[in-house]
């Protein structure tokens, strides 16, 4: 029929006027905009010399999908922080717009895309998942966009990482290795882990096992739950329960880590032998939802509200005003993302036209008393933190916290060894762990074990 | 469905029709093609994007659409190709162009693997092993870290040199993409087109016709994953990257709910279904985080209302425009051909009568 032979031309038609609509977005991509063909007041990351001009942030978070409380958490410490401080910075007005990643490295593309060419951002602050960060990397690299990026954690930001990225947070590896030695040195002889089945529980688990066996440790077995599916955890649990072991390594992350406490519990499991955990296990938010039996948990991690230290006390204070919740990682990364940004602006006088040159400024930044406690920088541009070893307990009014019992100050990626030789390592996954590397004390720099 | 088809190709047998829809095409296509010069950047690439996913939805919509299956793993061989292509290109330092053809083999040779798989399957197995055949591929692509980097996928992944520019890459796509799609319109117009509807809509009597209807499955799923791989290579070249989410099962279903939306029985339904699709999620994503519900309503009600898709009921209400105005049109649409007439639910085997398409 008739109606058919226009098929084509509808077809087109529609998908042309669909795009053409106003407050549509963009499409993603890898390529420099094509300055013959744009006509509209395309993203313009150069404007600063325009004094009074706002500097536009774009937040980028997954605010849907299975780490959607991550994103929101980050979002309540990123408006916390310009509540507090107010939004001028290096003689110029911060404003942003927040962009969806939905968890998936492509839409998260296409959102960057879109908050650069319809949202004009001259600063992108995000995102969150390690896939989701290394695709966007890869188009702010292209248009020479300033990408301030904490949370993500994976270690192939060691191995290869774009120069418009300042990756601020930790490694994984960071916060476990410390740990493993401290286990090791507390007297746990036979640790079972159980990390979950992809590459944030590989490196979890591997850091802990490289340090835990360099100190003379020995894994009794390892366990790897695929992420996502905690619907029957009951088989790994029965193995657990097999075992002759003095502790449980635990590396499954947010309700992963609360489905595992719910069956280590059901399973009668409490009180033989002690979870240590890291602080994708253990924050304010995840100890709630274990409950009290959680008390008494030892974790490793860079942020705990109850540090005492006058500027997180005070971080911690506003945001339980504000939010009514105890104060947890995501927040305060957020709350130093907005340091960041406000430093990079004071230090080249409202100037972001040149990215190389922000991310240089951020990479030299050294901050003796920030919200993640005193943070250095070290010459690969990793930031130094301290790490604490924590414990989980009822800070009085029902509500858990950790509470520092140890700390290992100023702790960067490589730990004690060698960077060189830890980076020439590939990033943990489920065959490599770190049992038999380092062999000797060359790839040591402090306090070799292996002698 | 089967009720179109006649139609069209009595169409295409009159000469001043055929003219004139040759006209519409030409229009069409130069309307793209100029397209680039008045939009915005971003715009330009949703419609790249528009392009490589709506060729994903209408390669398989070759299955839906023909064979009467419906596969829930298509995204796994759209990845394939891709993670063939940044393997190539980033591990093996290949051009791009050769590691496409590279991911245009290896994509084939999957597919016909996977065909050999379920050519006999039935309905819900069908539809089963296809989603189990999509986890394999990306829990592959999760696992094998030594291959595929894991989660964190593999980036880096530069198109030919010759494409500089996001209008650049907007160009080479349109000519895939128009290329692929008329490839598949020869085939849906083609005696092996027919046999293939045929083994969708009546097996029994391609049997007895002395046609094996395997066979004939195994075709078109090998050439709907061919076509699959197309779009994969454009999605990797566009994107530089590829992780496990892209061959996610969620990907399928998204792919597979574009046929549906856009409506399987129209040539290009399922490509207007994916522009719907995606037009919609730039308006909606950046005002609410329910767009999930709102694909969801979008579903129901296209389900319940519009069984051939908006595709159908655009055709439909030209139809009626044309049924009210006849000088409009020039003559008068016979009414029991009106194309609003439902689609037979994907998957049914009742005999509707011999291959109606005429043989050519």
């Known amino acids: 029929m008739r109606t058919r032979r226009w098929l084509p031309a509808v077809v087109g038609v529609v998908m042309l006027a669909a795009c053409a609509g106003e407050g549509s977005e963009d499409g993603g991509g890898q390529f420099e905009d094509d300055d013959g063909t744009s006509q509209d007041d395309q993203a313009d990351p150069g404007d600063a010399g325009e004094g009074g001009e ?84 890869e188009y702010t690299e292209s248009i020479g966009l300033p990408q301030v990026y904490g949370i993500p954690a994976s270690e192939e930001f060691l191995r290869d990482i774009p120069d418009t990225i300042f990756r601020y947070g930790i490694t994984h590896g960071q916060v476990s290795m410390p740990f493993g030695e401290w286990a090791a040195e507390q007297g746990y002889e036979r640790v079972s882990t159980i990390c979950s089945d992809y590459v944030t529980g590989w490196e979890i688990c591997g850091g802990f096992i490289n340090t835990f066996t360099d100190n003379g440790g020995e894994i009794v077995t390892q366990l790897w739950p695929p992420f996502g599916d905690t619907a029957d955890l009951g088989p790994f649990m029965a193995q657990l329960a097999e075992q ?31 979870v240590l955990g890291h602080h994708v296990t253990s924050s304010p938010s995840i100890l709630k939802a274990m409950g009290l039996e959680a008390e ?35 927040p305060a990364l957020a709350w130093h993302a907005g ?86 390592q590939p990033a943990y996954n489920r065959d490599y762990q770190g049992f038999d590397w380092p062999e000797n004390c060359d790839a040591y720099i402090s306090d070799c074990p292996l002698d | 469905m089967t009720t179109l088809m006649p139609q069209l190709t009595s169409r295409w047998t009159d ?7 040759f006209l519409a095409v030409v229009i069409t296509l130069v309307i793209v093609a100029v397209a680039p010069m008045f939009l915005q950047q971003f715009h330009v690439g949703l419609l790249t994007r528009i392009f490589f996913m709506g060729l994903l939805a209408m390669s398989l919509n070759v299955l839906v659409s023909l064979t009467r299956v419906l596969s829930l793993g298509h995204a796994g061989l759209f990845g394939v190709a891709a993670y063939v292509v940044a393997i190539g290109v980033t591990r093996w330092e290949l051009p791009f162009l050769t590691a496409a053809a590279v991911a245009l083999v290896v994509t ?43 989660n964190n996928g593999i980036r880096g992944v530069r198109p030919p040199e010759f494409i500089q520019t996001a209008n650049d890459f907007y160009w080479a796509a349109f000519a895939v993409v128009a290329v692929s799609v008329f490839a598949l319109w020869r085939l849906h117009t083609s005696f092996l087109g027919t046999r293939l509807r045929g083994t969708g809509d009546s097996p029994t009597r391609m049997t007895s016709l002395g046609y094996s209807n395997a066979w004939h499955r195994f075709i078109a799923f090998t050439i709907a994953g061919l076509f699959a791989g197309v779009a994969g290579i454009l999605y990797v070249g566009y994107f530089g990257f590829v992780s496990p989410t892209t061959l996610h099962v969620g990907n399928s279903v998204q792919v597979a709910l574009a046929v549906i939306l856009g409506g399987s029985a129209l040539f290009l339904g399922p490509l207007l279904g994916t522009a719907v699709l995606l037009t919609a999620r730039t308006w909606v994503v950046p005002v609410t985080d329910r767009w999930n519900l709102i694909v969801g309503a979008l579903m129901i009600v296209t389900v319940l209302f519009l069984p051939n898709g908006l595709a159908g009921a ?31 639910p994907p998957g049914s085997s009742q005999p509707s009568g011999t291959p109606e398409r005429p043989q050519h």
């Open chain 1, 54 to 137: 706002p500097v536009r942030v774009g937040v980028l978070m997954p605010f849907s999908g299975p780490v959607a409380v991550s994103g929101e958490l980050f979002v309540k410490g990123w408006e916390l922080y310009w509540e507090t401080h107010g939004t001028s910075a290096g003689g110029r007005t911060v404003e942003w717009v927040t962009g969806d990643t939905q968890a998936d490295p492509s839409v998260a593309v296409e959102e960057a895309r879109r908050l650069v060419e319809q949202e004009n951002i001259d600063i992108l602050v995000g995102p969150l998942l390690g896939s989701e960060g290394l695709a966007v990397g």
């Open chain 2, 314 to 344: 655009f055709a439909s209400a030209w139809a009626k425009l044309t049924r009210r105005i006849p000088r409009l049109a020039g003559r008068r649409s016979p009414d029991q051909n009106a194309p609003s007439a439902p689609a037979e």
């Open chain 2, 108 to 150: 084939g040779l999957v597919s016909m693997l996977f065909a050999v798989m379920i050519v006999r399957a039935q309905g819900v197995t069908f539809v089963m092993i296809t989603v189990a055949q999509g986890m394999l591929l990306w829990g592959a692509a999760e696992r094998w870290v030594s291959v595929t980097n894991g």
């Open chain 1, 244 to 274: 002759d072991h003095d502790a449980v390594y635990l590396g499954m992350p947010v309700g992963d880590a609360v489905a595992f406490f719910r069956a280590w519990t059901d399973f009668g499991l409490l009180d033989t032998v002690p």
């Open chain 1, 339 to 424: 340091a960041l940004v406000r430093h990079g602006l004071e230090e080249l006088d409202g100037d972001v036209s040149d990215a190389d040159e922000f991310i240089a400024v951020l990479k030299q930044a050294e901050f003796p008393e920030s919200v993640l406690g005193p943070l250095s920088v070290d010459e690969h541009g990793n930031v130094l933190y301290d790490v604490h070893i924590r414990e989980a307990r009822d800070r009085g009014d029902g509500v858990m916290e950790n509470f520092v019992i140890d700390t290992y100050e100023q702790s960067g990626p490589n730990f004690r060894y060698d960077y060189d030789m830890y980076v020439e």
């Open chain 1, 296 to 330: 008494g948990m030892i974790s490793a991690g860079v942020f705990t509200g109850t540090l005492d230290d006058p500027v997180v006390e005070d971080f911690a204070t506003r945001f339980e005003e504000a939010y009514g919740e105890p104060s947890d990682p995501d």
């Open chain 2, 15 to 21: 000469q001043t029709n055929q003219n004139r829809r």
